[in-house]
């Protein structure tokens, strides 16, 4: 299987394929003659995004926005009351999290030398902080859209 639907596979699996067949409206068999790279059942991107639709599992997409280089922002709905305190919240959690960022990358840096290991967490504190700004950016842009007044700073 391929880095890309490895992800789905695993979902697949864990989410159970007799719910998951029909959920799809597709056998059981046809479905594992599809999860399966040696079958020589293809699986269309059209089946990937069906599955990926009912599954809602990251891993279905994250190798892929891994390659290149994204990151991908769970969208919530909410209130409008909600809206402002949400992004104070948000922009103090930024914060923290950029500190962290910081911190990994002194660590790293200490000996002169930056690992394997300390590159991953790097980049996985690097997502962390982009997730937190494509969220915090989702909530300014709902005031925008919605034309909600700001309180004043």
């Not at 699986?43 to 190798?63: E, H, Y």
Request: hydrophobic letters at 40%; a negative charge; aromatic letters at 6%.
């Amino acid at each position: 299987m391929d880095r890309y639907t490895e992800g789905l596979r695993e979902a697949a699996f864990e989410y159970g394929i007799k719910r998951l067949a029909h959920d799809l409206d597709m056998s059981e068999s046809r479905l594992y003659k599809k999860l399966d790279e040696d079958s020589g059942v293809n699986l269309t991107l059209a089946d990937f995004f069906r599955i990926n639709r009912i599954l809602g599992d990251v891993r279905c997409i994250q190798r892929a926005l891994d390659d290149l280089g994204m990151v991908a922002t769970p969208v919530p709905g909410d209130t409008r009351d909600a809206l402002e305190a949400e992004v104070k919240e948000l922009m103090l959690d930024q914060h923290e999290q950029a500190a962290r960022f910081i911190a990994v990358i002194r660590e790293a840096k200490r000996d002169g030398q930056i690992s394997d290991e300390e590159l991953e967490a790097i980049r996985r504190e690097r997502r962390a902080l982009a997730e937190s700004g494509n969220t915090i950016l989702h909530r300014i842009e709902r005031w925008h859209e919605s034309g909600l007044r700001l309180a004043k700073a």
